[in-house]
């Protein structure tokens, strides 16, 4: 049986959710960003008039208003978005048991074995989709249907805003094959550099392309984008109560004034070690290896990584490793304006034994009394909240309050698989 997929993608949600509130801004161009007043101020999303504008998500708030002097800003209210996202994940549920989220504003669904009991026709029940949300919580949706998941992506990214597009086996080469390479799901930039050295520029381009030579260049990673430019994609539309470890958990942040020299930067690499190896603590979780990525005020961006010898979740020894990055490819002279620490190669708690060598019981040792302190300091977090214990040398402005959770503009971050 030909498998039904949808992807459903709202449209400017974070935008959307906020002129909810403020209809009178709605023919205006409208943007919902961080603190204006602030160094990492971005916009978050933008409305239809914005985009208009050339503005884009995730630019500076300055860079935007040079495009856009006329800019509305809103600040963001992201427990409205958590709220929003679970009342339409509801909605779909009524449609199919099979709903995965992917992220805060998309959905894919598997209509495969319950698109008979809505009429059979998937356009029809897109539109009918689309229709409820607009009626029922005033969102718009874009909806991609076809036979495999990344298809229904890029259908749901082919006509903006409030849109169905099919993409079947019989239109899927006039479609999708026109379009840049790039737009295919999980061609990042690295992948995409290699194929421009090939002259692949179009998913049509990279169908084509000899597969053995594709696994040469990109390993399997380069097999799996050419299967998906085929229509080959088989992969399972997994409901959210179906958990995947992540493959890495990372922190980033971007300080209110640049860092300067080795205790500076060393005061930012401990406390975003910190946040990473709670958040492994929390997913029962251990790491094999440590990525750092540093941006300088120029946003000029250099990254490393590196294997650990034993595996981690210890904020202390993420720390080390990341100073050790840093200490290798930075000059300490020079500043610093964002930092991001990554966890990678996680292994479950339980399966991560440590290699053992003939100090192996006196480190060990060690280790057990660490992780019993920071599982402590866990405890204190839960009870009083992320901010009320932290490292000491966490970089702060001068004249703020100790006792105030870190500033800046943090993100942090889960990668599925």
Not at 101 to 121: A, Q, R, Y
Not at 221 to 242: E, I, K, M, Y
Not at 267 to 290: E, I, N
Request: aromatic share 8%.
């Amino acid at each position: 049986m030909e498998r039904v997929i949808f992807h459903c993608d709202l449209n400017s949600f974070y935008a959307s959710v906020e002129l909810l509130d403020h209809p009178e801004l709605r023919h205006l161009p409208v943007a919902v960003c961080g603190d204006p007043d602030s160094r990492h101020g971005i916009i978050l999303a933008k409305n239809e008039p914005a985009k208009a504008f050339g503005v884009k998500t995730a630019e500076t708030i300055w860079q935007a208003r040079k495009k856009c002097p006329e800019l509305v800003l809103l600040p963001a209210h992201h427990h409205k978005y958590r709220e929003f996202s679970r009342l339409v994940n509801h909605i779909y549920q009524e449609y199919t048991d099979l709903v995965e989220p992917f992220g805060i504003d998309e959905s894919w669904l598997d209509l495969t074995g319950t698109l008979h009991l809505f009429g059979g026709d998937a356009r029809a029940l897109a539109d009918r989709l689309r229709e409820r949300l607009r009626c029922e919580l005033g969102l718009t949706i874009s909806v991609g249907v076809s036979f495999n998941k990344v298809f229904a992506k890029l259908g749901s990214d082919y006509k903006k805003p409030d849109a169905t597009t099919v993409i079947s086996r019989e239109n899927f080469k006039q479609i999708v094959w026109p379009l840049p390479v790039t737009d295919l799901l999980y061609v990042g930039r690295a992948a995409a550099q290699t194929f421009q050295k090939f002259n692949i520029r179009t998913i049509g381009d990279l169908a084509r392309f000899d597969r053995e030579s594709l696994f040469t260049l990109l390993g399997k990673n380069g097999v799996q984008l050419h299967d998906f430019a085929n229509g080959l994609d088989r992969s399972p539309v997994a409901p959210a109560t179906q958990h995947t470890p992540p493959k890495s958990v990372g922190n980033g942040l971007t300080f209110p004034r640049n860092l300067q020299g080795r205790e500076e930067i060393r005061a930012g690499v401990t406390q975003l070690a910190d946040q990473v190896g709670t958040r492994l603590r929390l997913q029962h979780m251990k790491c094999q290896g440590v990525s750092l990525a540093i941006r300088d005020p120029d946003f000029r961006d250099l990254s490393r990584q590196q294997r650990l010898d034993s595996p981690t979740y210890l904020g202390r020894e993420i720390a080390q490793t990341a100073m050790e990055l840093a200490e290798s490819c930075w000059n300490m002279d020079h500043p610093v304006r964002a930092l991001t620490v990554t966890a990678l190669y996680l292994v479950p708690e339980e399966e991560a034994a440590a290699q053992l060598d003939l100090l192996s019981g006196p480190l060990e040792r060690k280790r057990e009394r660490l992780e019993k302190l920071e599982g402590a300091l866990d405890s204190i977090r839960a009870k009083y909240g992320k901010g009320a214990i932290a490292p000491a040398s966490a970089p702060r402005d001068p004249g703020e309050d100790r006792h105030a959770p870190p500033p800046g503009g943090s993100r942090s971050y889960l990668e599925e698989p």
